[in-house]
């Protein structure tokens, strides 16, 4: 098993635990930075973070899943909800490396975002912010695909 597949299954075991924690309830080392993915073979040739580390502190990581468990129970039920917040964590290597589209909107941070109404699912947008020789993971967002015009 390749490490970044190991971080993978560890931030998920997180993913679950928090999806069952009460909302708002604080959570151990929640400054903790995970080590997610690094940035490396971008179909995009000028990458603007090519070779640098990514990593989601345990309280965005919290926060992600929280707000999509809110957003998302409105219309779907529990498997769904879990479903979707893991197509988010199993993507946000795809979407930051090999993004549809990239803008830095100060004070926003760093937008990657990828389009996956391919495979039917929400456009996914992430939010990074550049720390030193790292980014960070700000913030995970999903948007509803706009319908195309004929």
Request: a positive charge.
């Amino acid at each position: 098993m390749k490490s970044i597949e190991r971080r993978i299954i560890l931030i998920k075991k997180l993913v679950r635990e928090y999806y069952n924690m009460g909302h708002g309830v604080p959570i151990f080392n929640y400054t903790e930075l995970l080590r997610f993915f690094d940035v490396r073979g971008s179909k995009n040739l000028y990458h603007p973070h090519k070779n640098l580390r990514v990593y989601i502190s345990r309280k965005s990581l919290k926060h992600y899943v929280e707000s999509r468990k809110l957003e998302l129970a409105k219309n779907h039920n529990e498997k769904e909800v879990l479903d979707t917040i893991y197509f988010g964590i199993d993507n946000l290597q795809e979407t930051v490396i090999n993004f549809s589209s990239y803008e830095y909107i100060p004070p926003q941070g760093h937008v990657y975002t990828k389009d996956y109404s391919n495979v039917g699912k929400p456009l996914l947008r992430v939010i990074v912010d550049l720390k030193k020789k790292t980014l960070e993971i700000r913030s995970i967002h999903f948007r509803k695909n706009k319908k195309k015009d004929n």
